[in-house]
């Protein structure tokens, strides 16, 4: 789920009552829901917008986005790890020190670097020693 449908399921809001009563357009945030667009390409008078209708800072809002648009990501790592056999205790290690390697012995592993490469916005590369790959956030 996009993060500012997140953002509207929390504030039990709808896109249609934004535009009606603070003015913010529909459609421009339908469209960033349907493209999935980053957090990070929002204007900030539309996080001001939303900080009005929602009776909260500019800076709250952004928080509350941007920790949606984080769990998102991991969301899709941890069904990618599930997909190709491997547990979230992979994710644990990464989430503790931005970082984690799995051992070139899996027989999946191969599989598991590329689909996290194509699949996620984390990043899954071979080490120097070729013994490991390492997946680390962007």
Do not use: W
């Not at 390697?101 to 592993?109: A, E, F, L, V, Y």
Request: proline share 4%; hydrophobic share 35%.
């Amino acid at each position: 789920m996009h993060p500012i449908s997140q953002l509207l399921v929390e504030y039990d809001s709808t896109l249609y009552q934004l535009q009606k009563y603070h003015g913010m357009s529909q459609s421009s945030l339908s469209r960033s829901i349907i493209t999935n667009s980053p957090i990070a390409h929002m204007r900030v008078s539309a996080l001001e917008q939303f900080a009005r209708a929602f009776n909260e800072t500019p800076e709250t809002i952004l928080r509350k986005l941007l920790d949606y648009e984080e769990e998102a990501k991991t969301e899709k790592l941890k069904e990618v790890l599930e997909q190709c056999g491997f547990g979230i205790e992979v994710l644990e290690e990464l989430e503790e020190t931005g970082k984690t390697k799995i051992s070139m012995q899996h027989d999946g592993t191969p599989a598991l670097m590329d689909a996290i490469n194509e699949q996620t916005e984390y990043v899954a590369e071979l080490s120097p020693s070729t013994d490991f790959i390492i997946i680390s956030k962007y």
